[in-house]
């Protein structure tokens, strides 16, 4: 219905694909006792992920592990503390609001890039200036788009005007907004800075190898007043293997320090590997699906609400959730993480889990028997294909496109895609203006385009008053909700499986902070 509201034993094995026993042939360890341990020696922590980053610029990336690397390699001006949220400052000592879209900031002196450029206002005015132009195309415009101009005061001071008023600014300033080096970047520009990156973070880069692998190294000199903890480990190595099989297998094996997203199942049955340890949590990440509805869609169906709402009957999200999703997660009934200042279901149209509905609603918009439809997604093959089954018990027949996250979007954004199995994690921002308007404000990534919906987005970003602010989401997220736009699915957990030498904390923005991580 709708309404508003000891010693090790050897794990046993489900028969499904290619599990943890595939794993443990590859890496040689269903007949042996011998596992390699960390690169402890070497001082080198080696991690495995499944996505490469199409640039290590942030400013040019949005996949996860470019947000890692970004966080680790740049500083931003401000520092949100991850467990108190409370604001402090890093690359800037200290702010003031002067008026509702001004914001005043003295700079750090005697910080330095890794390339020894010093940072100053021109560091901030430039990269700033540069990245917020509409027409340099940054991947990431939707993090910078709120900056009017960037004034310098002084060499350690600036000025930072948005165009209307943005309570986000500050949240924005110490999560997604890193500062380049003015004459590198202005010198290199966005490629360059893909192909040898420079910040002032806790970790230079000392090799990439693109769609292969990075190497961070300590940056010695990090400045001593950073609320970013000064470094220990040496280095770290990260290599971009697609296949979750081999990133398992070399975890397993030792030749892998630290993975993350392991599916829920396979990291259950890694506990009792005594090498490792499994750590899990909820996270800022939510999931859901995109229904292209636009002019030109390659799936006209999905213009009648009817068959919208028939895709959202159709799926057993509490099913997904215990049997494959794991623990930690919530459903979801609207496009938003519920922490972020703003997010609410509250009144919001529910979609409970009834195939009988869903049938009706198909054959009243005339397809009884169901139809054919592509479905595109990039991570967390084992819950799109649990999706798709349900959508095959109603008539549905989804037909999967599985690829990196880049080449998903850029089909998203040329009006290729249908239906798209989506995960968003805000960018470490803990604000609904980092997530729902991405999807629905008219960027290059909304594929509804509804008029009325954006209008209440922008009166969100750009009210002062915190009562009105949430009012306008609220009704954004009901007016969504309602017309079945999109598929609301849960938040995501995530399962982390490291060597048991290796100190490390989750975290639910899902960044990992090499910066605190040590060896036991």
């Known amino acids: 219905m709708e309404f508003k509201k000891s010693p090790r034993p050897v794990p046993t094995f489900k028969k499904a694909g290619r599990g943890i026993a595939a794993c443990l042939l590859a890496a040689g360890l269903l007949s042996t006792s011998t596992l390699a341990l960390a690169d402890k020696k070497s001082d080198t922590l080696r991690m495995a992920y499944d996505q490469a980053p199409e640039s290590v610029d942030p400013y040019f990336n949005n996949v996860r592990i470019g947000v890692i690397i970004a966080a680790n390699v740049w500083d931003t001006l401000l520092y949100r503390d991850p467990l108190t949220n409370e604001y402090v400052g890093q690359l800037a000592k200290s702010w003031k609001q002067i008026d509702d879209r001004t914001l005043e900031l003295e700079l750090r002196e005697g910080v330095k890039f890794h390339n020894g450029e010093e940072f100053d206002a021109d560091s901030v005015v430039y990269t700033l200036t540069y990245v917020s132009d509409p027409a340099n195309k940054a991947t990431t415009q939707q993090n910078v788009r709120w900056i009017d101009k960037v004034e310098k005061l002084g060499k350690y001071k600036v000025r930072i005007i948005s165009k209307e008023p943005f309570p986000g600014a500050k949240e924005y300033l110490s999560t997604t907004v890193a500062i380049h080096p003015a004459k590198y970047y202005k010198e290199v520009g966005p490629q360059g800075m893909n192909a040898k990156p420079v910040g002032t973070g806790p970790y230079k880069v000392a090799e990439y190898v693109p769609g292969k692998s990075i190497t961070l190294e300590r940056n010695a000199d990090y400045f001593k007043d950073s609320p970013k903890r000064q470094p220990t480990i040496g280095k770290v ?284």
């Open 237 to 520: 190595q990260i290599r971009f293997i697609p296949d979750r099989q081999t990133q398992m297998a070399e975890v397993i094996s030792g030749g892998q320090d630290f993975i993350m997203h392991v599916p829920k199942d396979q990291a259950e049955q890694l506990k009792s590997m005594p090498n490792l340890q499994v750590v899990s949590g909820n996270t800022m990440r939510i999931v859901f699906m995109q229904m292209n509805i636009l002019d030109g869609t390659p799936a006209p169906q999905l213009k009648d609400v009817r068959v919208r709402k028939a895709i959202n009957h159709a799926i057993d999200r509490n099913a997904i959730i215990k049997n494959i999703v794991g623990e930690g997660s919530e459903i979801l009934n609207t496009i938003c993480t519920p922490s972020q200042v703003g997010c609410t279901d509250e009144g919001a149209t529910v979609y409970e889990y009834d195939p009988a509905k869903a049938k009706k609603l198909l054959a009243e918009a005339g397809y009884p028997n169901g139809f054919d439809i592509d479905l595109v997604a990039y991570r967390e093959r084992n819950q799109t294909e649990a999706i798709i089954n349900y959508l095959q018990a109603v008539g549905i027949k989804p037909k999967l496109n599985f690829l990196q996250y880049a080449a998903m979007r850029d089909m998203i954004r040329a009006n290729k895609a249908s239906l798209t199995h989506q995960t968003w994690g805000s960018n470490l921002v803990n604000d609904v203006s980092a997530s729902t308007p991405v999807y629905f404000s008219f960027g290059n990534d909304d594929i509804t385009r509804d008029p009325e919906v954006r209008d209440l987005l922008d009166k969100g970003d750009r009210t002062i008053d915190e009562a009105q602010r949430k009012e306008a989401y609220k009704k954004a997220l009901g007016l969504i909700a309602e017309r079945a736009y999109a598929v609301p699915l849960w938040s995501l957990p995530v399962y982390y499986v490291a060597s048991k030498e290796v100190s490390f904390k989750p975290y639910p923005d899902e960044l990992v902070r090499f910066w605190e991580m040590g060896w036991k």
